[in-house]
Each structure stands twice: as structure tokens, then as C-alpha cells.
């Protein structure tokens, strides 16, 4: 039974191995100068901006979601790189990154002072932030999908759950400096639900996408 | 040699593969061809599905998608672990493929994988079983080429048989090994 292996060895090049590090950073690097540029360049930047600058809960608020945007995108490198360990805390990091923002959503409107009342914050206008989060996600989503799908996935399901949570976070990231708005109802309602369920959809549809 | 020391000669030859070593390509093919034939042929025969053209259709299939994602393997990493990654990959697509079949039953598929028995050490363990089965001289010398690595001079020289000699009690023991996994024996 040599001749496959005949035939492999006849087709063997040089390859450079890849290493999950130095493609997370590459991914982050992107998804971040996009979004930066899509905010700078189409949907402009939030309003609120001075005031912002100084809030501690608003730089928590976007650490929880780089939290969950990093640590989604090394899962799913590590889980497209055979034999990767892939350690339990790493496993937890993107969920609980979800978990924080969403609390922090909550901390925000009650240290802003002037987030309004929640009834107003579920306004009908407040589904533009929704599919502009979307929108903002695609892209970043289809390079990490094109990433992953050059490596060798052995997880399919896991790796596209976590490739819908970096999208989310990407996504959620580049709204954030766009919309103004720190009413706890209107970012729990219009950025929270995409983001808890970007993850489920792109699961549905993703790990189909990376078998090999 | 010590499973370390196998672990380390493994990794060092892959990583000369990735550079394009022809040579040692064909050593990490010829040495991975065996554990990855039986651990296929353990999991069917767990799940009551042996069949030797099945078993030799993953090992193939197991190979090719080594050689494609080939690029995927750390260096600095052992080899093993990455090619178990694989191989599981490889066995579970099979049986997705196999359950869309009406008249298809592959019940067990996931707990055969799961098993603590289909680890590494089990494996090595079959691997030895069948080594043993083989002639005391022509086991001594495809270990000494096949698994410490030795050159065929190299292990000429230690047995002190002729180089011609070394390579056909190779070349027999091989067969004789493929024969064996292919059949099922020692497991």
C-alpha cells in the first residue's frame, strides 16, 4: 500500500506553519481599523464623545466586549489547529465577555445620569443600531470564516459558535462608537440581542460552512 | 526508544516535511500509516462496523487530509496529539456521511470515540501487540528504522547484517504489518 503515500511524497512543498497567535492578532487588527473606519468614514462618531471619554463604566463597557471579541477569535483559531489545547478558561472567556457587556449595559445607564426612562429607550428607531451592528459584523465575520477555513477545523460547532460571538463583538465594538445612547433597555434591547444571537445563527449555519 | 524520544523524532522529521524532506515525509507517512490504521480498525470493531476496505478507506483519507492540512501542525508541538485530532475528525465525518444513508446504523460512533480505551497508550499498546508478532530480527530491525530512526547503514551496522538485508526484513515486515491491520489480527 505504498503508492498513496508515493503519490503524497511526490506532492510534497514547502508549507509555513501557522501559528493561532499571530492569526488572532491579524484578525483583531482588521476587525478593529474596519470598524474604526466604517464609524469615522459612513455612520460618523458618537455625539457624547467628550463627556464619554472620562466615563470608567463606558471603558468597561467596551473592555468586556474587546474581552469577548479576543478571546472568541483565539477559540475559534485554536479550535481550526488540530491539537491545540484548548484550556477550560478559554472555553468560559467569550461567554463571560458576553455576560460582562450586557451588565455593564446595565451599569451604564445608572452612572449616566441622563440615559431617560426605559420606555423611551425601546423606541422603534433603536432597530438601526440592530442591523447596523449586523452590517458592521459581515465582514469581519468573512475574514475570520476565510482564516479558519485554511486551517483544519476539528470542532465545527464550537469554532462557529465562537466565530458568531467575535462577529457580534466586532460589530457591537464598531456601533458603540456610533450610537450615543446609554439607556439600559435600548442597548440590552438593540445591541444585546444581536449580540447574544449571532452566535446561535452562525452556529445553525457556520459549522456546515467549516467541515473539510 | 523511549516514547519521548519517539515523540521528539516524530515532530523533528514532520517539521523537516513542512520545510519539503522528501525523505523525512516519507518516514512520518510510513511510521503514522500503522497507529492510524489501527486505531480506525479499533473504533469499527467497537461499533461493529469492521470492514477492511473501510478501515483502509479512513487511513487513506486520513493521510490525504495530513498532507493537505500539513500547514496546521506546530513544530514545537508533539505529533501525535495533532494527528489523533485528525483522525477523530476524519472517523466522525465518515459517520456523518454514513448516517444520511436509509439502510445505514452507526449507533455508538461518538462513545467509541470518547472511550478512554481509544487513547494514545491504547494504541501504542496494539502497536506493540503486533510488533511482537513479528519474527525477533525482523521486529529488532523495523523498530531500529522505522521507530528509533536509524539510517539502514545505521542499522546494518548494529545488527551486523549487509544493507540490502536490512531493507528487504524491512520491506517484508511492512507488508506483513499491512496484512496484519488489514485482516484486523492483534486487536
Known amino acids: 500500500m505504498s503508492d498513496p503515500i508515493d503519490a503524497l511524497v511526490r506532492d510534497l512543498s514547502p508549507v509555513v506553519p501557522r501559528s493561532s497567535l499571530r492569526i488572532t492578532a491579524a484578525w483583531v487588527a482588521s476587525a478593529t481599523l474596519f470598524g474604526l473606519a466604517s ?124 466565530l458568531g460571538m467575535a462577529m457580534g463583538a466586532a460589530g457591537a465594538m464598531a456601533i458603540g462608537c456610533h450610537c450615543d445612547s446609554t439607556n439600559a433597555a435600548h442597548l440590552l434591547v438593540f445591541h444585546g440581542v444581536p449580540l447574544m444571537l449571532m452566535p446561535v445563527v452562525i452556529r445553525l449555519v457556520g459549522k456546515r460552512l467549516l467541515r473539510w | 526508544m523511549s516514547r519521548e524520544a519517539r515523540d521528539v523524532y516524530l515532530a523533528e522529521a514532520m517539521a523537516k516535511a513542512q520545510r519539503g524532506d522528501q525523505a523525512a515525509y516519507r518516514e512520518v507517512l510510513e511510521s503514522i500509516r500503522v497507529i492510524i490504521k489501527l486505531y480506525s480498525t479499533r473504533i469499527l470493531k467497537r461499533i461493529g462496523r469492521y470492514d477492511p476496505g473501510i478501515a483502509e478507506d479512513m487511513t487513506q483519507d486520513v493521510l490525504l487530509a495530513v498532507h493537505q492540512k500539513r500547514h496546521t501542525y506546530d513544530p514545537s508541538q508533539p505529533l501525535l496529539p495533532w494527528l489523533f485530532s485528525i483522525t477523530r475528525y476524519k472517523i466522525i465525518d465518515y459517520g456523518r456521511r454514513e448516517r444520511r444513508r436509509p439502510t445505514s446504523s452507526l449507533e455508538g460512533l461518538e462513545e467509541a470515540l470518547a472511550a478512554p480505551v481509544l487513547s494514545e497508550a491504547g494504541t501504542e499498546r496494539d502497536l506493540a501487540a503486533i510488533l511482537a508478532t513479528l519474527p525477533a530480527r525482523t521486529r529488532e530491525v523495523l523498530e531500529m528504522v522505522k521507530l528509533e530512526g536509524l539510517s539502514v547503514a545505521e542499522a546494518a551496522a548494529r545488527t551486523q547484517l549487509s544493507e540490502s538485508n536490512v531493507k528487504v526484513l524491512v520491506h517484508r515486515a511492512l507488508k506483513t504489518l499491512r496484512g496484519k491491520a488489514a485482516r484486523g489480527e492483534s486487536l
Open chain 1, 39 to 162: 464609524v469615522l468614514f459612513i455612520l460618523g462618531w458618537r455625539s457624547d464623545w467628550i463627556e464619554v471619554r472620562f466615563s470608567l463604566s463606558y471603558w468597561l463597557a467596551g473592555g468586556a466586549l474587546a474581552l469577548t471579541l479576543f478571546t472568541a477569535a483565539r477559540l475559534g483559531i485554536c479550535l481550526s489547529m488540530p491539537g491545540a489545547r484548548v484550556s477550560p478558561g478559554l472555553r468560559l472567556a467569550p461567554g463571560a465577555g458576553l455576560v460582562l457587556t450586557l451588565v455593564m449595559f446595565v451599569i451604564l445607564h445608572v452612572t449616566s445620569g441622563n440615559a431617560g426612562d426605559l420606555a423611551t429607550g425601546l423606541a422603534a428607531t433603536g432597530w438601526s443600531c440592530s442591523v447596523a451592528l449586523a452590517a458592521l459584523s459581515i465582514l469581519p465575520g468573512l475574514l475570520l470564516l476565510t482564516f479558519m477555513r485554511r486551517l483544519a477545523v476539528t470542532e465545527p460547532a464550537g469554532a462557529a459558535t465562537a
